[in-house]
């Protein structure tokens, strides 16, 4: 049943033992992961354990080299394909550390992202207005640079969104904004079943969660999924017996 | 108007190289250029050259404070349309005004190498521009210096004297229609900035592929004076020359360089020079050059004499070819005490990093590419008027500026 077309459909990224390495370093080990079309997943690991790793070799990051396995996005196998091809295909990635780009002002980069947006409007939503003739990036502080990903999110309407830590480094008051937009992404103020867009991120102490709205969680450790489940159940385990918890494999299935 | 001791020196220094760049021989150009019809209007000059001009960001419009035009070795235009600033012919100016003996060659030796010899020799055309005594514009006086002549060389000498007080913007393009296979533009240019005078001079090249450029320029600025200097050059030159030299030389006197270079051929060397001769001047000097081909040298000099001068100088490259080579030379001079001097410069690629991001949001390698490199061209200049800035600002985002 799992490979019918039928299924193949309904996950919108369908990850198959995805093995990648680095420098010659391998530091992802068969990852085998799934989302649907409309659900929001969380990812959960401590440092260096792969989490950004994978959703760099997602969003296709050419540093990174496949040594086995696949990804499958829309029915589509874009394990070899560019970046912007896969970002045109609707994926959507915040960056944890973006770079600044001199010279480039924020509404204009929101203009080349999708020239039919309001960028005032959306500048305007995340309360980052006063950005918008900023170089992009530059000299942000790490809550800025949080709120620039989401505008320009905003902008580029992915199909499938990663977040990689959008909550680190955001005061309260900003994390309650990041989690709205994070919820307007992922069509989280539509009925489940009308839900098409799709969303993957990174938290480490899961602050964002009480703002937003996840449908499943997956741990890391050591470049592998080792276990996957309810975003909360999951977390509650983490706080009470950390990572090693996950080591043992207690988590509920 | 004889000046025989100018002419003698000249003479002798008719085949003395220049310090620096590409020798050319004077002798494979003419010098005699066809005379062209002078024109009342800036509206009623030919249509090509009005183009040309407006290529390089010179819109002969009513947003001015006077137009200078020459095509060739003749000035077609040279009107004022503000009564604080007065624009002649060097050559009317030099009959109307004794006093601009004191002036004339005294920034620039006339026997400083080849190509200053070679316009000292010649029937003087260029510009004057005074901005007289108090008097302010943010209005820009536009000129435009026209190479319309194959196999020309054309010389040009200008003044620019801004009067105590006074403030005064001036943009200049300087270009040749794309017919002309061949051609030398020399001009020297000396500018005296008075007391408390504020003065902003923009130069937009935009020459052909077998064009070759010797621009000497002197500048003096006296106690609280300032001076921003901006020089953008995008298009295909084959070589092109040019060490402005600024000396700063009353209390407070501050000094400005932006340059911007985009090469995808020939030889290109540039630079700034700055003496800081007095107390609590200053002066920076920056300069952004993007190769895909062609060889840049980005000079930068600054000299401090005496205690308390600040000078900083940035030259930041952006080689994207194998076939290019960006050489960048910052030097500084510390002559006295308590002197506060300092310069960073780098050349490198395009970072990875950044392109990753934008092609993370759909831009292709390529979009991304240009995208970043337009930025790099983007200087925030200051001292410049909105109006000039916005058109520093579509000259550099226009341009199909490519990666290699």
Partial sequence: ?????????????????????????????????????????????????????????????????????????????????????????????????????????????????????????????????AFADRDVNRGFSGGEVKRSEMVQLLAQRPDFVMLDEPDSGVDLENIKLIGEAINQLTQKNMRPSNRTKSGLLITHFGHILEYMKTDRAHVMLGGSIVCSGNPKEILDQIKKSGYEGCVACLCPT | MPMPDVEERARKAKDKKALYGIDIDLESYESDARPHEEVKEAEELPQEVKKAALDVGVKLDKESSGAYVQMDQTPVIAKSTFEGVELLSIEAALKKYDYLQDYWWKLVAPDADKYTAEVAQSPPAGYFIRAKKGMKTVFPVKSCLYLGSSNLNQRVHNIIIAEEGSELHVITGCTTPAHIQRGLHVGVSEFFIKKNAKVSFTMVHSWGKEVEVRPRTGITIDEGGSLSNNYICLRPVKTLQTFPTATLNGRGAVASFNTVIYSSMGNIDVGSNVILNAPETSSESISRVVSVGGEVIARGRMTGKVPGARAHLECVGLLLSDKGRIYSIPELDGQSRDLDMSHEAAVGRISEEELEYLMARGLSSEQAT???????????????????????????QREDLKGA
């Fill in chain 1, 1 to 129: 049943m799992e490979n019918s077309i039928c299924l193949e459909v309904i996950w919108l990224l369908e990850i198959e033992d995805l093995s990648v390495s680095i420098g010659g370093k391998l530091v992802l080990k068969d990852v085998n992961l799934r989302v649907g079309s409309g659900e929001t997943h969380a990812l959960f690991g401590p440092n260096g354990t792969g989490k950004t790793t994978l959703l760099n070799v997602i969003a296709g990051i050419p540093r990174y080299v496949v040594e086995g396995g696949s990804i499958v996005f829309k029915g589509h196998d874009i394990t070899k394909m560019s970046m912007d091809e896969r970002a045109r295909l609707g994926i959507g990635m915040a960056f944890q550390r973006p770079p600044a780009i001199r010279g480039l002002r924020l509404k204009e980069l929101i203009k080349i992202i999708n020239p039919n947006a309001d960028a005032t409007a959306l500048l305007k939503e995340m309360d980052f207005a």
């Fill in chain 2, 370 to 396: 240009s995208v970043i490199v337009r930025g790099f061209l983007d200087v925030e200049i200051k001292g410049l008027p909105e109006e000039l800035k916005q058109e520093i600002k579509n000259i550099t």
